[in-house]
């Protein structure tokens, strides 16, 4: 137990310390913390990779380690949440929410030092393809082989609807389709219970009966023949083929088992076995069940796609939040075409206060001439925004900071603008309690740099990925 | 007759049939025919749902209904009269009232139309650019599109695409397919004479198909227990497009141009009883009465930049003519006027001769002999009722829908801008709000905002619009 004579410091009591604890304390010169306040001269004080405590004055326990970053300015790690890093592209379509990138990471292939030495602690790999190609996964990037990228941690189904004459019908056929499912295993659990009624009602008669034939009155209470039958077990849910496992692209095939097949083995206990769901389906029949931990991110690419998708959901009765991509893509200012016209319909978007994952650049309002932020533009209408880079070449991720600040410089707010490159990205990947945020319990993801991130002399010293630091790019004083 | 006489001699009739009407109210029944019909509600009061036969349009997202009124233009109706100084009161999607007294209620959109001209907006009988082609007219309609933006500034507000016919309901997805499926194509070719022949065997064996389906349904009718229900499965692909041409269901498309050719066409309508449209038309001129006779409809251009050459040889008058219009309007042909380029795209299509250019086409009829009445009729009217459509839109009238463009002269003219678009009881295009156009020739000079001279406009520069404010710094 370590104990602090006189106990002058105390804002932050120590919690019980184990003797194996390993413990970093890292003196700042200023912490975004994102959470809260930024802090100037603070401390963190992470142990075994989380963070234990921030503030201006804190206990410091004996034998940590210490980082002094008294120049620097420390903030929570960038997120990307839409990556193809390092992943080479193809071409797929229909419905496949079963499918996970993780299927397509080896384990040699992936370089990660520019990503790093950008600041990212966390990528959101994507599959490619059109439709419901897939499940994206959050991963660190570090190279040493899918382990050391910890793939199983935040995930959320891609859909695509960037042309509604096409892909519109698709999504809402895929949405029928999983409700059809949903029927499906309904009918089969009140046929079986219908049989279950009957059989009891039998077994009573048959029961009865006898009891007359031995002369006996029939009693009142039903004999103490049939147990009750257990209560249906819930759906079991084919989770381990939902995309933990790597997998290369081939389908299982739906098989149907019929609940009676169970019946063959007297000796186990009768309980309902729900035919199984295409796995293929399974993710989107959650989200209509509403379950925890289902994300969707629809991606779509004018105010037209917005209309059609709301016309979607509404026709198929789909009453599910759900987050977008829109690609932003950078029009020079004095090109006539182009342009976005997302502009028409930010506030209809800002109505729902959804996550919206575009790039970082001033667009032209479409078809003229006219500056427009649209960023900015979406936090005013109440929308939440992250940050992802355009392409997925080797600079693009160290420019996307400096394209922030050009944001900030025209009208983005700083506080939305440092959300949007840390805490929103961990949102839209569901990873919203465990990163982003300098504050207690949060993984330590931290990114140090040589001034304020928006600086353009800024520059990264320092990454730190679960407590270690996993990059010190060079050249730095 | 002429058509503005009608609606006088009616005015008249009412008046002496029912000598209780107040003349305070408008008395033009086809502009507000039900005389004892109650007034629009008091100000602010709730709107208690209506009884019986009165379409309101579609439930509106929000409770409240939407008013909008056009207060105080010179309205062109099309159907009626023209109204000086009257007000058109519109509830969501219906025109409720046309009239000089007419009340607004508390709340009601306002377009302030005093000095300007009403019409019903243009309807456009063919197009492309517009989006919304093939299958899925619904879904692949663009609310925002460009085009949409350039066809309500000339005043168009309903297209047809292909096959269905759209509203340009701009920024909205609500109601705007109007119509699926409208026409068959009739293969009639000049240059193809076996396909005429194959296409009278095909018809007439559908004819046959629907004789003994009649005569099935006859025989079961009266208890015939035999009665054998003709084979029908050899009906599809074209078969089951002329069998709903031949049960009128829809109507027969073709393009003719000669004047045989369009007599052949006419002939066949007539022998097979379906209703037919011929496309272009060109020589329908030397054919007028008895195509008149043959209720056939066209869908003509005024200005043909290839004109089949007139035929020296010929005994027959042969050739184009802007008067082709006027004629055929004397003969009673009813006719609807598109550009000979019905593409909307002013990129490739010759600047004057495409879909924008549909009301300066009808001027050109004008100048070959057509009234200006038919003429303005033949982009609103006439095209509805070629598209089938014509009890929902293509002029004004209590209870149709609020399709209106508000001009600040003849819509004819090509001087003309439109400065409001209504489409759906909504406004989708307000000149003065429309970054292309309002600095010219600004609806309030006086007021008129400077023109900004520099390139490119920084943010926070420009005024109206989104993305406007001064930059601000720092955070919210």
Known sequence: MFLLAGGAFGSRPLSAVEDDDRFVVIHAGRILTVSGEEIEDGTIVLRNGAIDAVGKKVEIPWGAEIIDARGEVVMPGLIDPRSRFSLPRYTRGGVHCDLSVVGELYPQDHDFRSVLEAG???????????GFPGQAVAVRPVNGGVEAMKPEEGRYVRVT???PSS??????????????????????????????????????????EEKKKQGEKPEDKPAPGPEPPPPPKPDPGPDPRRGGAPGNGTEPKPEEKKPEEKKGEAKKPDVFVPPPIDPAYQPLVDLIQKKEGVRLLVEIQNASGYLHYLDAIERIELDVATEFYVENRPVPANFGGGGIDLGEVVDKIGEKDPLVVLNAYVNNRFVTQTRFNLPAELVKAGCRIAFTPLFDGGETHADLRMQVATLVKSGL????????????????????????????????????LSHDPFDPRARVTRVMIAGETVSRPVGVQ | MCASLRPLLLVAAVILLLPGVSLAQDPCPVCNPRLQEEEPPPPAAPDAPEGGGEEDGPETEEDQDRWLAVVGGDVYTVSGPVLRGATILVKNRTIRAIGTSVSIPEGAEIIPATGFRVYPGIVAVRSSGLGASGRNPEDAFNPYGFNLVLALAHGITTVSTGDAAVKLTYGSLEDHVLKRDLFVRVPLDRRNPDQHRKLRQDLEKVREYLRQHERYELQKSLGDEEAKEPDAKWL??????YLKLLRREKKGYLSATSRTEILTAARLAADFSFDLVIERATEAWTIADDLGRSGVQVVLSVRQGRQPAEDPRSVQKTGWTIENA????????????????????????IAGRDLLAIAQEAGFAVRGGLSEEAALRSITLEPARILGVDARVGSLEVGKDADIIVTDGDLLHYNTWVQWAVVNGRIVYDKEKESLVRHIRSRHPETAEELIQFWPRRLGDSPGGFGTEKVQGGSR
Not at chain 1, 120 to 130: C, E, H, I, N, Q
């Open chain 1, 120 to 130: 990212f602690t966390t990528l959101g790999l994507y599959p490619d393809g059109a």
């Open chain 1, 167 to 208: 892909d519109k019908k698709a999504f809402m056929d895929a949405f029928k389709r999983a409700k059809q499912e949903i029927d499906k295993v309904d009918k089969a659990r009140k046929a079986w219970e219908e049989k279950k009624k009957k059989e009891a009602e039998e077994a009573q008669k048959k029961a009865e």
């Open chain 1, 161 to 163: 609807l960037l042309n």
């Open chain 2, 236 to 241: 599809k692909g074209s078969y089951a497009g």
């Open chain 1, 413 to 448: 707010g700083r506080k939305e603008a440092l959300e949007a490159l840390t805490l929103r990205g961990a949102e839209a990947l569901g990873l919203e309690s465990t990163l982003g945020t300098i504050e207690k319990d949060r993984r330590a993801d931290l990114l140090f």
């Open chain 2, 326 to 349: 006027s004629i055929l309007h004397a003969g009673g042909v009813p006719f609807a006027i598109i550009p000979e380029t019905s593409s909307i795209s002013t990129l490739f299509g």
